[in-house]
């Protein structure tokens, strides 16, 4: 099966899943703004005969591949969630439904049963939000750098909580709930605040954001489950806490799957691996 590889050319990284020669899945990433690097990768891999090629990139990815090899466009809704089934399955979790939450670039909900599922919504609030907002307001733009100093940041002068406004009186909701993502700035007139407190706080609006949609979806369709995935939650212990507390705060499951950034790209591996066992 090392002939057989899946590719998923997202809106920032371009993801591939393969099998090495220990005969275990394996990954990689590529920035999707330079895809010459994934051509030069599969040049190098001689043996690759197939590959199976899904996300919002194809078509860009395909033109720089050309017909270098057998190429399979796969839908990336199809490919992603098989890629999460397989995750859900090897990590032991026994779902019969769930809401999928996708943080790319962007982010893509949608509710899974049994061998149904469908694309239920999204927001525009996602790693590509995370990145810029960082970006824009510390000037750290490696993600590698914004989630590791974003760990050690504290949301506190930035962001006003219940307990900031109802001072001295027992508050409606629980103090410990964001009233006002960045709020505490205008009121405290503060000015300065350190490049990870900043991070931290970016990471508290894209996180709240994020799981408050995925919470109404998932009442709305009676899901006790949550499954957050993406290349945003990778190496991300901040936002994993900020996404994971208000789900279970609101009463539901969270799951995280180890390389669940990589779901696309295993699901687009697994269709060219099934497909071949077919064909031999
Ligand atoms: N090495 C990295 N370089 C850049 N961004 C990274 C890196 N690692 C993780 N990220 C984060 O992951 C996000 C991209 O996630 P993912 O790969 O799941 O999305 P995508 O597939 O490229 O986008 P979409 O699915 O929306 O088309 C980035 O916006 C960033 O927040
Ligand atoms: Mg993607």
Redesign the pocket.
């Known amino acids: 099966m090392q002939n057989v590889i899946g590719i ?8 591939v899943a393969y099998i090495n020669d220990q005969n275990e899945m394996a990954f990689k ?1 590529f ?2 703004n330079d895809f010459a690097q994934v051509k030069h990768w599969i040049e190098q891999h001689a043996h690759i005969q197939e590959i199976g090629l899904t ?3 194809t078509k860009q990815l395909l033109e720089v591949l050309n017909t270098m090899k057998s190429i399979q466009y796969l839908v ?1 809704f199809e490919a992603t969630i098989k890629g999460v089934r397989y995750l859900l399955k090897k990590e032991g979790h026994q779902l019969k439904r769930g809401i999928i939450t ?7 909900i949608h509710y899974m049963e049994d061998t149904e599922h469908f694309r239920v919504g999204g927001t525009g609030i ?6 810029g907002l960082s970006t824009i307001m510390t000037g750290i733009s ?3 750098e ?1 989630t590791k100093k974003a760990h050690d940041g504290s949301r506190e002068s930035i962001d006003l909580f219940v307990k900031d406004i109802f001072q001295g009186m027992e508050p409606p909701i629980s103090g410990h709930l964001t009233a006002s993502n960045f709020g505490n700035v205008s009121i405290l007139k503060d000015k300065k605040h350190k490049d990870q407190d900043l991070l931290a706080t970016i990471q508290g609006l894209v996180g709240e954001v994020i799981s408050t949609l995925s919470i109404q979806f998932a009442e709305e369709r009676k899901s006790e489950s949550i499954i957050y ?4 939650l ?3 212990e901040h936002l994993k806490k900020v996404i994971g507390n208000y789900t279970i705060l609101k009463k539901h499951h969270p799951i995280f799957l180890t390389n669940s ?1 990589f779901a ?1 790209a295993i699901g687009a591996l697994l269709f060219k691996v099934e497909q071949s066992k077919q064909t031999s």
Not at 8 to 15: E, M, R, S, V, Y
Not at 102 to 108: A, D, E, K, L, V
Not at 126 to 131: A, E, K, M, Q, Y
Request: glycine letters at 30%; zero cysteines.
């Open positions: 998923d050319a997202g809106g920032t990284l371009t993801k990433i920035p999707s996300g919002g990139r990336e996708n943080i790319g670039t962007g982010t893509s996602g790693g590509g939000t995370l990145t490696d993600f590698n914004i995935i993406g290349s945003t990778m190496n991300n950034g696309g």
